[in-house]
């Protein structure tokens, strides 16, 4: 599958959520899509379900627009936080309604997922709580087996031995049905380890479009005196520094260091990299193409 997104805009009213984005995204990998609350994620993704048409530009799924049309749309299976369901549907209707939608999907594998996550079939979803609805959600998204699997936001309400249940069921479905599979989470630090691209937005534009391992390489801390740190650093990239008590810690992006003298030389996590990388003040510093 293909996802290409080329100067795509979305605008509410007098909001824009997506401006001019231009993004490809093709094969099978797990792909973690982050951004501050506001950047156009869940836009993004709602517009790949065909839930509402774009306000400019072109968005293709295997060179086929997404909205309004069934050929596409049964190929994306887009788990959101909340309102997946009716409320007044059973479980047992929202798997049966599933599994006429969606053309792959695994009757016996939902079964499954009913029993590991406790899901009684014959309760409303209304009556579901947080974390028992998001179960839900978590359920129909890995037994769609759908070509494009979207998950924003699914583990609301779960407590964390329910979430990495669920991460180690989407590594498991992944590895016996690969596929293209798109995580929206604020939880980066759970699933890095997942990942296989980032993509971030950013005031509904792409800021980054990486591997991860490119993303670890791209970037080094240096931790030290603030004398030998301002020596080695000056007209470097820096996106984030400290000092305390006379040691000074920097983080470079993008920069090739062969000599650090006496510093200690770290990484930072996804999560802290992300956070460096999206403060209004690196910004400029670090918008790029996408791989």
Same mark, same amino acid.
């Given at each position: 599958? *293909? %996802?290409?997104?080329?100067?795509?805009?979305?605008?509410? !009213?007098?909001?824009?959520?997506?401006?001019?984005?231009?993004?490809?995204?093709?094969?099978?990998?797990?792909?973690?899509?982050?951004? #501050?609350?506001?950047?156009?994620?869940?836009?993004?993704? +709602?517009?790949?379900?065909? !839930?509402?048409?774009?306000?400019?530009?072109?968005?293709?799924?295997?060179?086929?627009?997404?909205?309004?049309?069934?050929?596409?749309?049964?190929? $994306?299976?887009? =788990?959101?936080?909340?309102?997946?369901?009716?409320?007044?549907?059973? $479980?047992?209707? =929202?798997?049966?309604?599933?599994?006429?939608?969606?053309?792959?999907?695994?009757?016996?594998?939902?079964?499954?997922?009913?029993?590991?996550?406790?899901?009684? #079939?014959?309760?409303?979803? #209304?009556?579901?709580?947080?974390?028992?609805? &998001?179960?839900?959600?978590?359920?129909?998204?890995?037994?769609?087996?759908?070509? %494009?699997?979207?998950?924003?936001?699914?583990? %609301?309400?779960?407590?964390?031995?329910?979430?990495?249940?669920?991460?180690?069921?989407? @590594?498991?479905?992944?590895?016996?049905?690969? +596929?293209?599979?798109?995580? &929206?989470? !604020?939880?980066?630090?759970?699933?890095?380890?997942?990942?296989?691209?980032?993509?971030?937005?950013?005031?509904?534009?792409?800021?980054?479009?990486?591997?991860?391992?490119?993303?670890?390489?791209?970037?080094? =801390?240096?931790?030290?005196?603030?004398?030998?740190?301002?020596?080695?650093?000056?007209?470097?990239? *820096?996106?984030?520094?400290?000092?305390?008590?006379?040691?000074?810690? /920097? $983080? @470079?992006?993008?920069?090739?260091?062969?000599?650090?003298? &006496?510093?200690? $030389?770290?990484?930072?996590? @996804?999560?802290? @990299?992300?956070?460096?990388?999206?403060?209004?003040? /690196?910004?400029?510093?670090?918008?790029?193409?996408? %791989?």
């Amino acid at each position: 599958m *293909i %996802i290409k997104a080329k100067n795509v805009r979305k605008q509410y !009213h007098k909001n824009v959520a997506l401006n001019d984005l231009n993004l490809t995204l093709e094969g099978n990998k797990i792909i973690g899509l982050l951004g #501050k609350n506001g950047a156009g994620k869940t836009t993004l993704m +709602r517009l790949l379900a065909g !839930h509402f048409l774009k306000s400019g530009g072109e968005l293709t799924i295997n060179n086929e627009a997404p909205f309004n049309n069934y050929a596409a749309m049964k190929n $994306v299976c887009l =788990i959101m936080e909340s309102n997946n369901f009716h409320d007044k549907f059973r $479980v047992k209707d =929202i798997l049966n309604i599933s599994a006429n939608f969606y053309p792959n999907w695994d009757r016996e594998y939902a079964n499954h997922l009913v029993n590991v996550f406790r899901l009684n #079939k014959n309760q409303k979803a #209304k009556t579901l709580s947080k974390g028992m609805y &998001s179960a839900l959600g978590i359920i129909v998204g890995l037994a769609s087996n759908a070509p %494009i699997t979207i998950f924003d936001e699914p583990y %609301i309400g779960l407590d964390a031995a329910f979430r990495s249940t669920f991460y180690d069921l989407l @590594l498991e479905t992944y590895q016996n049905n690969p +596929r293209l599979i798109i995580l &929206s989470t !604020h939880l980066i630090d759970e699933v890095s380890k997942l990942f296989e691209e980032v993509v971030i937005l950013h005031e509904g534009t792409l800021m980054l479009h990486d591997t991860a391992d490119n993303l670890e390489q791209k970037h080094i =801390i240096l931790t030290g005196s603030k004398e030998e740190i301002d020596q080695i650093t000056s007209g470097r990239n *820096i996106i984030h520094d400290s000092t305390m008590m006379g040691q000074k810690t /920097v $983080v @470079l992006y993008d920069e090739n260091i062969t000599e650090a003298g &006496s510093l200690k $030389v770290s990484k930072a996590s @996804l999560q802290e @990299l992300f956070v460096y990388l999206t403060k209004e003040e /690196v910004n400029k510093y670090v918008r790029t193409n996408e %791989i």
